[in-house]
């Protein structure tokens, strides 16, 4: 029977092992800045690591996107006149 080569996508530009994870990870991420490093197990990777910075920027792009969400259901409602005066 063949050996059948599975491959994994990998979502970042820079990979690092686990064992080199262990060796020196606040390097790693120094080295990374706000890019994501894959970090493999077996060639497969195992584990995204994203800088604090990096990942509350990944929250505020979530957070956009579902505002935006809202702006598109939202359109074409029942529209509602109000004076300035009035609020």
């Known amino acids: 029977m063949d050996s059948m080569t ?6 970042a530009e820079t990979t690092v092992s686990m064992t080199d994870l262990r060796r020196n990870p606040g390097r790693i991420l120094e ?37 935006v969400k809202v702006v598109k259901q939202r359109q074409g409602g029942k529209r509602i006149k109000v004076k300035l005066e009035d609020l």
């Open 6 to 11: 599975i491959t994994h996508p990998i979502y």
């Open 31 to 67: 080295d990374a800045g706000n890019f994501p490093v894959a970090v493999l197990n077996h060639n497969k990777p195992a584990a995204y690591l994203l800088s604090a910075k990096a990942y509350e920027a990944l929250l505020d792009r979530l957070d956009d996107a579902e505002l």
